[in-house]
């Protein structure tokens, strides 16, 4: 069973510095996704990495993808206020395995 | 883009009775359906996968005689709670996706409360 851990769990951010999300997964993952959260919300697709070395950015966010070391990563550049959310890394076999999630926090 | 609604958005109920919700794929039709169940402060869980037509498989530990699943049609799954008690007070959220190698895109969930 395909199991996706995320690190760190709560993250502080400080206005305008660069943080990194981590995720590992257990096996084989067809596609690895990245998902945010808002309080009281469902969820919004943030990137979706199909294959080894991908990388993909939307404005201050940056995710890429290592399927030999089973790692993707969430890049955050200068972090601003309207980051501070919650964020789920997504494996894929036959089903969705999600990760804890990560918490942000952007302070000034 | 792929739109899915659910119906009600969120919805009170008394300890005993019995809520539906729906999940609508509006612009695709979805041959797979998910719920998810989301505590506080927690990720989502998987409770069932629906396929058109046929049975929900339920994930370990998810009773199959309390949460009914129907998937009647490529557009629409409803879950039903049966015999809701506080503890099944959760955030139920459905995602959808037209085939196997397709994305699933997710609901804006139904928050149910149990009194």
């Known amino acids: 069973e395909l199991k996706v851990e995320q690190n760190p769990l709560f993250l502080s951010m400080q206005e305008g510095k660069n943080y990194t999300i981590y995720c590992n997964y257990s096996t084989t993952s067809d596609r690895l996704y990245w998902y945010r959260q808002d309080p009281g919300k469902s969820l919004e697709s943030l990137f979706v990495l199909l294959s080894n070395g991908a990388v993909k950015q939307e404005g201050r966010l940056m995710a890429s993808l290592d399927t030999k070391a089973r790692l993707s990563t969430l890049h955050i550049t200068a972090a601003v206020h309207d980051l501070s959310a919650t964020y789920f890394c997504?494996?894929?076999?036959?089903?969705?395995?999600f990760g804890a999630g990560t918490t942000v926090t952007v302070r000034a | 883009g792929a739109v899915v609604s659910q119906h009600p958005s969120w919805v009170i109920c008394k300890s005993g009775t019995s809520v539906k919700i729906e999940c609508r794929s509006l612009d695709f039709q979805a041959t797979t359906m998910f719920w998810y169940r989301q505590f506080p402060k927690q990720s989502l869980m998987l409770m069932a996968t629906?396929?058109?037509?046929?049975?929900?498989?339920?994930e370990q530990g998810v009773e199959k005689d309390k949460f009914l699943i129907n998937h009647a049609s490529l557009t629409l799954s409803t879950l039903t709670v049966t015999s809701a008690h506080p503890e099944d007070s959760s955030f139920y959220i459905c995602?959808?996706?037209?085939?196997?190698?397709?994305?699933?895109?997710f609901g804006p969930g139904t928050r149910l409360l149990v009194l």
């Open positions: 629906s396929n058109e037509g046929s049975k929900a498989t339920y």
């Open positions: 997504v494996g894929e076999d036959y089903k969705l395995s």
């Open positions: 995602s959808a996706r037209r085939g196997i190698q397709e994305t699933q895109y």
